[in-house]
C-alpha cells in the first residue's frame, strides 16, 4: 500500500481573503483530504471555509496540536498516512514549524518515511526579512525575549553584539499586546546608530514596515498594540 502524505498548508496572517496571498494549489489540495492537524479547531475550520466553501465540514476529522496536547498522542496523527490517507498540517498563522508549532509532526514523519510536502504561502520571517533592507544571506530568528525587563534588556544587548560581530540580521517577537513596550525597550537600549526594522501586519491593509536608526525610533513610534510584528536589529 502507498503511504499517504503530510502536506504542510499555511495560513493567512490575518483577515484577508487566502487566494489573494496563496497559490491555487493549496485550495486543490484542502479539496482532497479530510484528516487535519491544527492548533485551533476553531480557526483551522474557518480557514478551511474561506478556501474551500463547499466541503462538507462534518466529514473533517481534526487532531489538535498546541500546548495542551499530549506528546504520546502526537504520533498517532500520522496513523492515516501509514493506511495510505494524506494528511494536512495547518498553522493558525504563516507557515507550520517555522516560528509556529509542527516541527515534531514533520520529524515523526521523516521517520516514518512519510513524504513531506510544503505548500507556498505567507511566511511572517521571509516576508520582514524581505522587506527589511538586513542581510538576507546571514540572519537568525530568536522567538521571544524574555519577559523580565533587565532580562529582556540583557537580551536586546547580546542580539546587538552577535548583530555587529557576525553581521547577522536578528529577528524576534513579542506578545501583541506588549509590543509598544517592546519597541521603547528597543530604542532605549539600543546603540543608536543601530538599524531596527517593525513589521506590523503583513499582507493585511494595515501593513507597516520600515527600518530606521534606533534612535529615529524615539519620537515616530507607531502604535502596535495588539497587532502581529517583528522586529529586525543588524548594527553595522
Not at 511566511?123 to 530568528?141: C, D, I, P, R, T
Request: proline share 8%; with cysteine.
Amino acid at each position: 500500500m502507498m503511504l499517504g502524505k503530510l502536506y504542510l498548508i499555511p495560513a493567512t496572517l490575518g483577515d484577508v481573503a487566502p487566494l489573494e496571498v496563496m497559490p491555487i494549489s493549496v485550495k486543490k489540495v484542502i479539496e482532497e483530504i479530510d484528516i487535519f492537524i491544527v492548533e485551533n479547531e476553531k480557526a483551522a475550520r474557518g480557514f478551511i471555509k474561506s478556501i474551500c466553501p463547499s466541503k462538507a465540514q462534518p466529514s473533517l476529522t481534526l487532531f489538535p496540536l498546541n500546548k495542551f496536547t499530549d506528546p504520546s498522542e502526537i504520533p498517532h496523527y500520522l496513523a492515516p498516512c501509514m493506511e495510505g490517507q494524506s494528511v494536512g498540517l495547518i498553522s493558525d498563522a504563516g507557515c507550520p514549524g517555522v516560528a509556529d508549532p509542527g516541527a515534531e509532526v514533520v520529524r515523526l514523519a521523516h521517520e516514518q518515511r512519510i513524504q513531506v510536502v510544503p505548500l507556498v504561502g505567507p511566511s511572517s520571517v521571509l516576508l520582514a526579512m524581505m522587506s527589511s533592507g538586513m542581510n538576507g544571506q546571514n540572519f537568525a530568528f530568536n522567538g521571544y525575549l524574555p519577559i523580565d525587563k533587565s532580562a529582556r534588556k540583557s537580551k536586546i544587548k547580546q542580539l546587538e553584539k552577535r548583530a555587529l560581530e557576525e553581521q547577522q540580521a536578528q529577528l524576534f517577537i513579542e506578545t501583541p499586546y506588549r509590543n509598544n513596550k517592546m519597541l521603547q525597550d528597543l530604542y532605549q537600549t539600543l546603540h543608536p546608530e543601530t538599524r531596527l526594522c517593525v513589521a506590523c501586519d503583513l499582507t493585511l491593509s494595515t501593513e507597516f514596515i520600515q527600518t530606521k536608526r534606533a534612535s529615529e525610533w524615539k519620537n515616530s513610534a507607531p502604535d502596535l498594540h495588539k497587532r502581529p510584528t517583528l522586529f529586525i536589529l543588524q548594527r553595522d
